[in-house]
């Protein structure tokens, strides 16, 4: 079964610094990467995805996000956060197989102004 | 996301009471999906359908069921419920060879 890792739980930054969330998976076939955000009180969003090509990947709200391959990650980035940032987080990777999207346990970012 | 109707949104039960959570869709999508959000563990797939008549085990079925009657609606069941199941549900769809997964706006379950 795939799983996918986040491994920062909890980011605070200042304005203006640079953002870059991890994101891993462990799955050996074809998946389809996703970020997703929820901000407070609000439903899932999503932010940018990764099916095929350049492995650098643009969003909305000027994030990005890198898929290597080699080492199972996609990454989010984002060179200058905002206080509007400050949400949630999820990874999720789908299994084009099985259909099955499956999440990370979420990163939750908190931007001091 | 006005087209993925959960019911419903909030709902306090009695452990070993029985409940059936609500999902319609009206976008056409073939694939649907029940999730279950608590804090720290992110989404969990507990079914999902990736068309009418089919159902697939997620990481966390047990204690559940699903039915896909049809292509609008997804329904899932607690059979006998548990504290451990309070939790927010999400419902979700995406079509087949869609690129976006629609969610639901969440059904709150507490069980007491």
């Known amino acids: 079964a795939q799983s996918v890792s986040q491994h920062n739980h909890h980011v605070i930054l200042s304005e203006a610094a640079s953002l870059e969330l991890g994101c891993n998976y462990s799955y050996g076939g074809t998946v389809n990467l996703f970020w997703y955000v929820q901000y407070p009180g609000q439903h899932l969003q999503l932010l940018l995805k990764?099916?095929?090509?350049?492995?650098l990947v643009k969003g909305i709200k000027g994030f990005e996000a890198e898929f290597i391959k080699s080492k199972f990650s996609f990454n989010l980035r984002k060179p200058s956060v905002q206080w509007s940032d400050t949400a949630e987080y999820f990874c999720a990777v789908e299994d084009t197989g099985r259909r099955a999207l499956t999440f990370g346990s979420g990163t939750r970012l908190q931007v001091q102004p | 996301n006005a087209g993925v109707t959960q019911t419903p949104k909030f709902q306090v039960l009695k452990t070993g009471q029985s409940m059936t959570l609500q999902c319609a869709q009206d976008m056409n999508h073939n694939s649907m999906y029940w999730y279950r959000q608590d804090p720290g563990m992110g989404l969990r797939l507990i079914y999902y359908?990736?068309?009418?008549?089919?159902?697939d085990k997620g990481e966390v079925p047990n204690g559940y069921n699903v039915s896909r009657l049809n292509k609008r609606e997804f329904s899932l069941r607690l059979e006998s419920a548990a504290p451990s199941q309070t939790s927010v549900y999400f419902c979700?769809?995406?079509?087949?060879?869609?690129?976006?997964?629609?969610f639901g706006e969440g059904s709150w379950l507490t069980v007491v």
């Open positions: 979700a769809t995406r079509t087949f060879s869609g690129n976006t997964i629609y």
């Open positions: 359908s990736a068309s009418e008549g089919t159902t």
């Open positions: 990764y099916f095929s090509g350049d492995p």
